[in-house]
């Protein structure tokens, strides 16, 4: 299907939707917490200190923005089974102004995160164009809490990080001072078009490798706490939790030993946690990867993100040493054999059976990069990200079903891990306890390697 532009001046350009769209497409049931739902949104919160933010120049940074990435100015339109993309021409972001009440300086950080937990409690249409809003909370003139949330069906975690270094780039210049020109940004719609087509697509390889991989597997899902036919509102929350810098340091030198990366040894870690919760040796978990095509997109905004199993055979596993070698295997030739998600379920159409029935359901791992805490501008304001809080966050931005594990490691050395949930599936003492026994794992077996698993 080629794109089509409807008539007139100002008219959208529409386009279908890409593999991702539709891949999300089949966990939505039409309600609020779905993936085309207002609440199924990506939220970042940065502190901007050190002067006044000049909210002229911030308009029209975002503006900026938003006319380079045509992904953030895209309606989803439709229903289920019958959407498609327009694109509209660039238009103003919404940016709201909320002055916080009077805060001691050792307390800002806090309030600077209940502003973003506040903000994720938020809605954004799919169908808002530019899908992107703004909220800046001020403490006083020379401290400001900067809130940017996009709606999650045109973006992802690594398309907010380019949106983020985009607008401080653009506001920098709007504001008078020199930065570098930002570099070629290809757009969504070129991803979409080298995924189906291009290198991106599957090739026959690729297909029976997974039909190989994945013949006779079912998702490890979880047991839930609460029944699908119970029939309780959709909503999402989430469990914050930390592993202290002595652990991951123990588990980046356990990760050279032997020849792996820290991601291959916190699923390998993940693993064990399933092994553990359902009984299965037969573990086939899922991540996120960026899907960028290395650094073809890199600097595109979209939801890029692809869905991809890892399936691994714990049975024979005396030590987290030997679980951890076939966990390399299995994320190296994943990996290497990397195609888009629909792709895959073609050549395994019962994967998810499991993972859809009343009593269990999905959890993806993934273990982003770490990020960046500052961003360095010229002058004397200072951005820097604002840490999350531990505990639990009772509305968290939707995840389309199950549970979605995200680590990244701060600057402190610690482990920050989030833990997303249904609540209308999982009880927050299910979650709570899954988080403590994964801790427990990882403090055991990166110190331990060689250490019985005790496999049932």
Known sequence: MSPTRTTGVDAPETIPLSLNHQFVDVFDHGDDDGPFGPRYHVVDAWRVTGGP???????????????????LRTRIV???????????PPGPVRVEIRDLPETPEAARAARADELRQEVEDETIGVDETPALRVVLGRFDDQ??????????IVSDGMSMEVVIRDLVNRYVARTGQTVPDLPAAPQFREF???QRTGAGAGTEAKREYWRRKLDGGLFSALPTDIPRSANLPESTAAHWFRIPDDVFSTIDRLARAHRATRFMVLVAMYKLLVHRLTGATDVVIATFTPG?????????VGPLFNFLPLRTDLAGCASFGDLLKRTRTTCLEAFSHEMPTLEIFGQAPELMRTAAS???AAAVFQAVPDQRQYIEVPGEVKFGRIPRATGLQPRKSAVPDGALWTLTREPSGDASVCLSFKRNLFREETIASMAADFAEIARTFSASPDAPLGLA
């Open 53 to 71: 933010i000049d909210v002229a120049a911030l308009r029209d940074a975002l503006q900026d923005v938003v006319t380079r990435h045509e992904a």
């Open 358 to 360: 009343d009593d269990h």
């Open 78 to 88: 439709g229903t289920t089974g019958n959407r498609h993309q327009e694109i509209s």
């Open 192 to 194: 979409a078009d080298w």
């Open 292 to 300: 960028r095509g290395g650094q073809l997109f890199e600097n595109t």
């Open 143 to 152: 401290d400001t809490v900067l809130v940017v949330m996009i709606h999650h």
